[in-house]
Protein backbone atom coordinates (compact mmCIF):
# COMPACT_ATOMS: atom_id res chain seq x y z
CA UNK A 1 0.00 0.00 0.00
CA UNK A 2 2.75 2.55 0.57
CA UNK A 3 4.78 1.88 -2.20
CA UNK A 4 1.04 3.18 -4.11
CA UNK A 5 1.11 6.40 -2.29
CA UNK A 6 4.48 7.10 -3.12
CA UNK A 7 4.53 6.46 -6.41
CA UNK A 8 0.93 8.71 -6.13
CA UNK A 9 3.73 11.66 -4.68
CA UNK A 10 5.65 12.29 -7.19
CA UNK A 11 2.80 14.52 -8.40
CA UNK A 12 3.23 16.80 -5.83
CA UNK A 13 5.14 18.88 -8.05
CA UNK A 14 2.38 19.18 -10.84
CA UNK A 15 -0.27 20.40 -8.10
CA UNK A 16 2.96 22.59 -6.78
CA UNK A 17 2.79 23.78 -10.20
CA UNK A 18 -0.77 24.23 -10.57
CA UNK A 19 -1.22 26.11 -7.40
CA UNK A 20 1.48 28.74 -8.54
CA UNK A 21 -0.02 29.06 -11.80
CA UNK A 22 -3.46 30.07 -10.60
CA UNK A 23 -1.74 32.14 -7.82
CA UNK A 24 0.10 34.41 -10.72
CA UNK A 25 -2.75 34.46 -12.40
CA UNK A 26 -4.51 35.90 -9.19
CA UNK A 27 -1.74 38.20 -9.04
CA UNK A 28 -1.60 39.39 -12.44
CA UNK A 29 -5.98 40.25 -12.10
CA UNK A 30 -5.32 42.16 -8.68
CA UNK A 31 -2.46 44.58 -10.45
CA UNK A 32 -4.90 45.05 -13.69
CA UNK A 33 -7.23 45.75 -11.30
CA UNK A 34 -5.75 48.78 -9.56
CA UNK A 35 -4.27 50.33 -12.28
CA UNK A 36 -7.50 50.64 -14.29
CA UNK A 37 -9.01 51.32 -10.71
CA UNK A 38 -5.99 53.99 -10.89
CA UNK A 39 -6.55 55.74 -13.82
CA UNK A 40 -10.33 55.70 -13.09
CA UNK A 41 -9.69 57.91 -9.99
CA UNK A 42 -6.85 59.89 -12.10
CA UNK A 43 -9.17 60.83 -14.94
CA UNK A 44 -11.60 61.99 -12.32
CA UNK A 45 -9.08 64.67 -10.92
CA UNK A 46 -6.92 65.10 -13.28
CA UNK A 47 -8.42 66.53 -17.33
CA UNK A 48 -5.74 65.35 -19.14
CA UNK A 49 -6.27 61.71 -18.10
CA UNK A 50 -9.21 60.04 -20.06
CA UNK A 51 -11.74 57.50 -18.13
CA UNK A 52 -12.12 54.90 -19.80
CA UNK A 53 -16.10 53.73 -19.93
CA UNK A 54 -15.31 50.08 -19.94
CA UNK A 55 -13.56 50.29 -16.96
CA UNK A 56 -16.02 49.00 -14.44
CA UNK A 57 -17.07 46.03 -16.28
CA UNK A 58 -13.47 45.40 -16.65
CA UNK A 59 -12.81 45.90 -13.03
CA UNK A 60 -15.97 43.54 -11.96
CA UNK A 61 -15.13 40.85 -13.85
CA UNK A 62 -10.68 40.78 -13.12
CA UNK A 63 -12.99 40.48 -9.26
CA UNK A 64 -14.89 37.59 -10.53
CA UNK A 65 -12.62 35.79 -11.31
CA UNK A 66 -10.05 36.64 -8.52
CA UNK A 67 -13.10 35.56 -6.15
CA UNK A 68 -13.63 32.04 -7.65
CA UNK A 69 -9.82 31.21 -7.90
CA UNK A 70 -8.61 32.83 -5.57
CA UNK A 71 -11.38 30.14 -3.32
CA UNK A 72 -10.19 27.09 -5.54
CA UNK A 73 -6.52 28.25 -4.01
CA UNK A 74 -7.78 28.01 -0.44
CA UNK A 75 -8.56 24.49 -0.80
CA UNK A 76 -5.24 23.83 -0.84
CA UNK A 77 -4.17 25.44 1.85
CA UNK A 78 -7.57 24.29 4.03
CA UNK A 79 -8.13 27.73 4.47
CA UNK A 80 -12.03 27.50 3.96
CA UNK A 81 -13.74 27.89 6.97
CA UNK A 82 -14.73 24.12 8.28
CA UNK A 83 -16.39 22.60 11.03
CA UNK A 84 -13.77 21.45 13.31
CA UNK A 85 -15.66 22.40 16.47
CA UNK A 86 -16.14 18.39 17.41
CA UNK A 87 -12.69 16.95 15.80
CA UNK A 88 -11.00 17.04 19.45
CA UNK A 89 -13.71 14.71 20.41
CA UNK A 90 -14.25 12.93 17.91
CA UNK A 91 -12.21 9.59 17.03
CA UNK A 92 -9.24 10.21 14.89
CA UNK A 93 -10.38 7.64 12.23
CA UNK A 94 -13.80 9.28 12.48
CA UNK A 95 -12.61 12.43 11.93
CA UNK A 96 -10.49 11.07 8.76
CA UNK A 97 -13.97 9.73 6.72
CA UNK A 98 -16.10 12.17 7.87
CA UNK A 99 -13.22 15.04 5.59
CA UNK A 100 -12.87 12.01 3.02
CA UNK A 101 -16.82 12.48 2.68
CA UNK A 102 -16.88 16.08 2.50
CA UNK A 103 -13.90 16.05 -0.01
CA UNK A 104 -16.12 13.54 -2.07
CA UNK A 105 -18.84 16.57 -2.07
CA UNK A 106 -16.54 19.53 -2.96
CA UNK A 107 -15.58 17.43 -6.23
CA UNK A 108 -19.10 16.98 -7.09
CA UNK A 109 -19.75 20.78 -6.60
CA UNK A 110 -16.19 21.26 -8.56
CA UNK A 111 -17.75 18.93 -11.93
CA UNK A 112 -21.08 20.83 -11.25
CA UNK A 113 -19.14 24.51 -11.34
CA UNK A 114 -17.56 23.24 -15.01
CA UNK A 115 -20.55 21.66 -16.61
CA UNK A 116 -23.10 24.47 -15.67
CA UNK A 117 -21.31 26.75 -15.64
CA UNK A 118 -19.19 25.90 -18.86
CA UNK A 119 -23.19 25.65 -20.14
CA UNK A 120 -23.90 29.37 -18.88
CA UNK A 121 -20.36 30.51 -20.60
CA UNK A 122 -21.73 29.53 -23.71
CA UNK A 123 -25.25 29.47 -24.10
CA UNK A 124 -25.91 32.61 -21.76
CA UNK A 125 -22.87 34.23 -22.40
CA UNK A 126 -22.58 34.12 -26.12
CA UNK A 127 -26.10 36.01 -26.42
CA UNK A 128 -24.33 39.36 -24.84
CA UNK A 129 -22.00 41.90 -25.16
CA UNK A 130 -20.27 44.04 -22.42
CA UNK A 131 -22.32 47.51 -22.64
CA UNK A 132 -19.36 49.02 -23.01
CA UNK A 133 -17.61 47.05 -25.28
CA UNK A 134 -19.80 45.88 -27.88
CA UNK A 135 -17.16 43.59 -30.03
CA UNK A 136 -16.38 41.78 -26.59
CA UNK A 137 -19.27 38.71 -25.59
CA UNK A 138 -20.33 38.29 -22.02
CA UNK A 139 -18.75 34.74 -22.00
CA UNK A 140 -15.99 36.03 -20.38
CA UNK A 141 -18.11 37.22 -17.70
CA UNK A 142 -19.14 33.88 -17.03
CA UNK A 143 -15.86 31.81 -17.71
CA UNK A 144 -14.49 32.39 -14.22
CA UNK A 145 -16.94 29.45 -13.02
CA UNK A 146 -15.67 26.79 -15.36
CA UNK A 147 -12.33 27.89 -14.56
CA UNK A 148 -12.52 28.22 -11.14
CA UNK A 149 -14.30 24.09 -10.83
CA UNK A 150 -11.11 23.61 -12.97
CA UNK A 151 -9.00 24.60 -10.11
CA UNK A 152 -11.34 23.28 -7.65
CA UNK A 153 -11.06 19.53 -8.79
CA UNK A 154 -7.42 19.52 -8.65
CA UNK A 155 -6.70 20.85 -5.20
CA UNK A 156 -9.66 19.09 -4.29
CA UNK A 157 -8.48 16.02 -5.90
CA UNK A 158 -4.92 16.70 -3.45
CA UNK A 159 -6.92 17.17 -0.57
CA UNK A 160 -8.70 14.02 -1.26
CA UNK A 161 -5.53 11.80 -1.72
CA UNK A 162 -4.05 13.04 1.25
CA UNK A 163 -7.38 12.17 3.45
CA UNK A 164 -7.16 8.58 1.93
CA UNK A 165 -3.12 8.52 2.64
CA UNK A 166 -3.47 9.73 6.11
CA UNK A 167 -6.47 6.93 6.65
CA UNK A 168 -3.84 4.54 5.78
CA UNK A 169 -0.36 5.75 6.76
CA UNK A 170 0.05 7.14 9.92
CA UNK A 171 2.56 9.88 9.63
CA UNK A 172 5.62 11.29 11.94
Not at 9 to 21: G, Q, R
Not at 32 to 52: C, N
Request: with cysteine; hydrophobic share 55%.
Amino acid sequence: MSKIFSTLDKLKPAYDLTYKIFLFICKMLLIIDILIATLVVAGRYISFIPSPSWSEEIILTCMAYMAVLSASLAIRRKAHIRMTAFDKYLPKKLVNILDIISDIGVLVLAVVMIVVGWRYAVQIGSRGTYVSMPNVSRFWMYFPIPIAGVAMFVFQLESLYNNIKSFFINEV
